[in-house]
């Protein structure tokens, strides 16, 4: 009794098994276009993300991913209408054709718009719409930073200069701010290219400083330490993991596009992360480095990963044995239909939603007003 | 613990070493606090202690630097994390995780502290310095004293043996220095580290300093017992030039010390100081007729949070009026508000029959001026000459005007220079000109003071004693009772965007303790400034 109820105290799941769930669910979104199938994977997504997100900035960013989906969904079956969507035999409406010059042909502007092309746009627009929606979940459900952060150590030079890198931009906006509030006090009216020096020399100025305070005081805190290894190692390892790296991309890549050779999907990416590892390993034990409070892959880790990874392989099967219930088909018009294996399939990624533990809340709140004497 | 064996250094092309042939070394378990005019080197000798200096900087250093025995030669400053931990003014530029448990880890990360080890000391140094609340809180999110102590706390889970402050509080507000200061004082009395930190809150550190190396700015390095050396340093606190003054042995180096031993000098004193020199504004020069300004009414609120509650302000032309009062006590938000540049919600101000937020910003500004916190956002050209012109031209000005007023203020700046080179008090005069070519019969200052030496704050003092004798209505928002006594002619506090006092400066600085300067501390009101004193003193001589 003691041990599930440590399992399900508040804290904040390992972020590379959001990221696992979710590309599981993204790539079982990228197999289908059966508008039911997608609508489920949105609502599982908003569901576990409703369910799970802490009050942290980029947790509340998850509404603009479901704008931003929104938006893809509506520009593709706009672009359908306008650049002509005629074909299919069911025309809808008929719409005014702007005549265009020879050398455009080819291109339609209006003209029939057919429903057998209104509804691809529609089936194509959802399911990239659904792919974002899974990315913005992700993004909501994990720490950004932490990610960085507990990527091998190998890339963690790269992990840091990405963190300051993130920092600069608030710190650009509040200098931008306060500059354009002091133009204004010295009454400088000058337009165009004077008045966008007077902002940005100063801004510029201040980025500098902070940068050069910051290199120093990264250099004094001991930052960058020496490390012993030659260069024939670090030639070695840097090649493994570039090598292992592309294997990866080939293997997503092939995993997501179901056209090509199978030997070149499965088989190259779990290739491409053992090479990848070594690589990482090799470069990683030269490093002297230390990390505080790692996130740890426990229980709860592994069941969001695999809800996420479950949901992608039942996909991936039933597009063998059932196509034609995934891509609905759109030469002859039908209400798509929802086969109840790929419907439970998908309802599995649901499972995070409880069988996680909750995120710690309530840490974010703004600073208490300082009390003076 | 530290030994620098004839130590020379030098800036590439700079024309003269910023240290010469400085020998000394500290103690373990010292506290050495290290005084100086700005720009005389005191960076520069905290610098060499971890190899910043040359390793960072650039220059030629000769001479041996070494810490608990080992040189900084040939050791770059990561090599000497473990020895050495060094804090800088502006904590929020050094900070390179987000939040304050990852910012403590952070250096005994890159020291391959072990996990278990490192938990516990962050445990540890979060209580020690009484952070402990705020372990998860993003570091932006933090009041700068709390990041100051941030700032301190990452560099103490290295166990480091010595502690370099290179003036820790000078971006920081009263409050918040008070709050770096009293940690300070702890770490002095609990951990017994060896400390070497320059601050030019002198009379804040002083009490605890065990000696103190003054950096004479020729290149030489003196190192002595406190009350030696502040005998005859040309900046010292209010109190240090009182017992000069009185010829005080030993000199008092705390109030309570001047308390318990006062001198016989001073029984001579008349019970209160000539009143102050009432000459009335002679209006030459100053701003576009009638002067003064008039404000009723002022709300300004940012969202639900109201940060000035309905305050009636009048200025009179030819007065010095101090705005004091706690950081987000809405002096700023005031002072945006009456120039018309910031929200003005409601309520009413007449700047010579207009309200200067209905006018344009450059009507705006020839009635009344307002100098910012960061003064130096103001300046964007390449030499002070291009900014003079520039700023003669902003204001609809006679070509020279604003470099004639910028000799007026502080002689002698040199044209040709960088403004960013200019010292914090030259810079501030310069954006004072700029914003004076316009001739506003207003002057606004918003926490002028901040990061100025003993020496910038009396040049400061003239400046705004002349504006005032020129018949500009002044105001000054700071946190300096110190400088209060000295040029305010009123004294209003605010708090909670309300006005909670306001007088004349005697009445208002001495009715409590916390706003009471220094002299009245010892000598009892209502006496404020040392040279009320030495007038008193000199009068009594020669009557």
Redesign the interface.
Known sequence: MTTLSAYFLPRDLHPAAWWVWALGLATAASRTTNPWLLAVVIAVVCFVVVARRSDAPWAMAFRMYLWLAALVVVLRVGFRIVFGGGEGGTVLVTLPEIPLPAWAAGIRLFGAVSAESLLGGLYDGLRLATMIVCIGGANALANP?RLLAAMPSALYEVG?AV??AL?VF?QLAESVQ??R?????????AKGRKAL???V??VL?DAL??SL??????????????GAATVQERLASGTLMVVGLIGVCVGVYNMLDGTTPRVLAGPALIAGIVVAMVGFTLAGRRV???????DRWRLAEVVTAFSGIAVAVVLLATSRVDPANLNPSLTTLSWPQLAWAPLCGVLVGLTPAWLTPPP?VG??E??L????? | MITLDSVSFSYAGAAAPSLRDVSLSFEEGELVLVVGRTGSGKSTLLGTLNGLVPHFTGGHLSGEVRVAGVSTRHRPPRELANLVGVVGQDPLAGFVTDTVEEELAYGMEQLGVAPAVMRRRVEDTLDLLGIADLRRRPLRALSGGQQQRVAIASVLTTHPEVLVLDEPTSALDPTAAEEVLATLARLVHDLGKTIVVAEHRMERVVPFADRIAYVVGDGSVEVGEPAEILRRTPIAPPLVELGRLAGWDPLPLSVRDARRHPPPRFDALPTAPAPKRVDKPSNRGGGGGGGGLTARGVVVRYGARVAVRGVDLALSSGEVTALMGRNGSGKSSLLWALQGSGPRQGGSVDAAGADPRDLSRADARRRVGLVPQSASDLLYLESVAAECVAGDEDAGAATGTCRALLEDLTPGVDDALHPRDLSEGQKLALVLAVQLAAAPAVMLLDEPTRGLDYTGKEVLARMVSRLATDGHAVVVATHDVEFVATVADRVVVMAEGEIVSDGPTADVLTASPAFAPQVAKVLGPPWLTVAQVRDALTSEVSP
């Open positions: 930073k840091t963190v300051v920092s608030p306060r500059v509030r002091a133009r204004a006090l010295r009454g400088n009216r020096r007077a902002i020399i100063p100025e400083d902070r305070q910051l290199a120093s005081s990264m250099d004094s805190r001991g930052y960058g330490r020496a002297a480095r230390t990390r505080y409070r790692p710690v840490e974010n703004t600073p007003q300082e009390t003076a004497a």
